[in-house]
């Protein structure tokens, strides 16, 4: 009876571990695809606002002239215009980082969209907008673009 015993505990302790390997690789999987709906979801976002740029010729226009030479000096509703299109784009990158911190974004991928937000704080009208909409956006993400934008002030 204490052999059957054992014998039943030995397998009762392997349908565990197999178990356990079992749900690693499913939460494995699980990761993988979250992954890649995130990275998904983040070019669909980037597609959509290049959309309203690329395939408007108005937009495209105002898009060009804020970033020359800020928003202050367009007209209305050109200036509304360019304060949608900028706030928007700064919310996906926003929610980049959010995706990031939550590591669901690589290092390197997150990266390039650092860079990309340096070479944006250089134009007037990105900074115009984020002067007047900083304080709308989640504080370790302000502390990034607030970071990003003394590094130009010093000519970085």
């Given at each position: ?10 397998a009762?302790n ?43 010729r ?24 360019y ?73 970085g």
């Open positions: 009876m204490s052999n059957l015993n054992e014998r039943l505990t030995l009762a392997l349908s565990v571990v197999v178990g356990i390997a079992f749900l690693a690789v499913e939460l494995h999987q699980n990761t993988q695809a979250i992954h890649g709906q995130t990275r998904d979801s983040i070019t669909e976002k980037q597609m959509t606002y290049y959309g309203w740029i690329g395939l408007n108005d937009a495209a226009g105002v898009f060009q002239r804020g970033n020359a030479i800020g928003v202050l000096d367009l007209e209305e509703p050109e200036r509304q215009m304060r949608m299109l900028v706030a928007g784009i700064l919310r996906e990158f926003e929610n980049s980082r959010y995706q990031y911190e939550q590591g669901l974004f690589a290092p390197e991928e997150f990266q390039a969209r650092v860079v990309r937000w340096q070479r944006m704080m250089h134009y007037q009208g990105w900074r115009d907008i984020w002067d007047d909409e900083r304080e709308t956006f989640a504080p370790r993400f302000r502390a990034e673009i607030d970071r990003i934008v003394a590094e130009v002030d010093q000519g």
